[in-house]
């Protein structure tokens, strides 16, 4: 789907609040054509986290196929698309905080990769427009 548009929603407790997923023939990378899909505006949240790396009764343990197995996988807003926008989006609570650094991919270390806005996990997002998102009330740029 091109130019979806997903604002204004309040999301609670989902493993990731909004995905925009488009990839191509192959299903291996993101769309080669600009897909402009836009979230912006929304309020997400998540309390379902992994307080010490552990996680929590209800956190995502399985989400994410990695070459050495599975890992969770949570995020507020999710993009693998090209040239999608994502804006002024309010994302709060522990199931949302990022546990690791992006450099722990294609292979995240269990229990899971999360973040407030991912444009890496699935396939990298091409040429992704992020701006004015706050996470916990503090600036996110991925």
């Known amino acids: 789907m091109r130019d979806a548009s997903l604002i204004g929603n309040r999301l609670g407790n989902n493993d990731v609040g909004i995905t925009l997923f488009n990839v191509n023939a192959q299903c291996n990378q993101s769309a080669p054509r600009p897909t402009r899909d836009v979230a912006c505006f929304n309020t997400i949240s998540n309390s379902h986290g992994y307080p010490g790396g552990v996680p929590s009764a209800d956190a995502n343990i399985s989400g994410l196929v990695t070459t050495s197995g599975y890992v969770g996988d949570q995020a507020g807003v999710s993009d693998t698309g090209n040239r999608d926008v994502i804006c002024a989006n309010k ?44 996470y916990d009330g503090k600036p996110y740029n991925p």
């Open 91 to 134: 994302i709060s609570g522990a199931g949302y905080s990022p546990l690791d650094s992006t450099s722990s991919l294609p292979n995240p270390p269990a229990p899971a990769w999360v973040r407030p806005v991912d444009v890496f996990s699935y396939a990298a997002a091409i040429h992704p427009r992020v701006s004015g998102n706050r």
